[in-house]
T-cell receptor, first 112, second 116 residues
Framework: GEDVEQSLFLSVREGDSSVINCTYTDSSSTYLYWYKQEPGAGLQLLTYIFSNMDMKQDQRLTVLLNKKDKHLSLRIADTQTGDSAIYFCAERNGGSQGNLIFGKGTKLSVKP | GAVVSQHPSRVICKSGTSVKIECRSLDFQATTMFWYRQFPKQSLMLMATSNEGSKATYEQGVEKDKFLINHASLTLSTLTVTSAHPEDSSFYIC????????????FGPGTRLLVL
């Protein structure tokens, strides 16, 4: 079945870049997503990428997709303490009405 | 942007009671809504897919008689946890796909359920 893997923790200093990595197994995934979850809150969509793209940039966020290796990464430039949260990678299963398969989440800690 | 609300945000109940959680899409119509469950420090696990006007599709291992889902309109889906037990304590999150079938889901803020 489908599986999404992420490292569980990442710690960076304020001002540095953060890179969160994700691997997935379903080669038919059409969209891949990054969500942010702050403590006690729901999920906030950060960005997504269509599978025929290899890069997408949105302000401080850069998503890189290596479809051959089924590897997705999220780079946050100039990381701030407000970026501390859990970041979930997800792939869509089954077309535009399909559910999302989530990784376990990477907890990003930003030290001042 | 698309907004999804959930009510209540937090609920504490006694074991054996039933709890209803509402999920509403506030500014769009959602033909499909999803219910997820998240245990502490865990990922989201899909419980069921709710389609307006038809029966929900439950994931393997999720008891449909315990977790009742009703998607009565294009803007409202409800999850009822029947005869709740302490092991049902969790964070329940819904999400919705807009009618226009855009490429993402919008998530509600979640409902924290604590069963004593």
């Amino acid at each position: 079945g489908e599986d999404v893997e992420q490292s569980l923790f990442l710690s960076v200093r304020e001002g540095d870049s953060s890179v969160i990595n994700c691997t997935y197994t379903d080669s038919s995934s059409t969209y891949l997503y990054w969500y942010k979850q702050e403590p006690g809150a729901g999920l906030q969509l950060l960005t997504y990428i269509f599978s025929n793209m290899d890069m997408k940039q949105d302000q401080r966020l850069t998503v890189l997709l290596n479809k051959k290796d089924k590897h997705l990464s999220l780079r946050i430039a100039d990381t701030q303490t407000g970026d501390s949260a859990i970041y979930f990678c997800a792939e869509r299963n089954g077309g535009s009405q399909g559910n999302l398969i989530f990784g376990k989440g990477t907890k990003l800690s930003v030290k001042p | 942007g698309a907004v999804v609300s959930q009510h209540p945000s937090r609920v504490i109940c006694k074991s054996g009671t039933s709890v209803k959680i509402e999920c509403r899409s506030l500014d769009f119509q959602a033909t499909t809504m999803f219910w997820y469950r998240q245990f502490p420090k865990q990922s989201l696990m899909l419980m069921a897919t709710s389609n307006e006007g038809s029966k929900a599709t439950y994931e393997q291992g999720v008891e449909k008689d315990k977790f009742l889902i009703n998607h009565a309109s294009l803007t409202l889906s409800t999850l009822t946890v029947t005869s709740a037990h302490p092991e049902d304590s969790s964070f329940y999150i819904c999400s919705a796909n807009p009618w226009r079938g855009v490429e993402t889901q919008y998530f509600g803020p979640g409902t924290r359920l604590l069963v004593l």
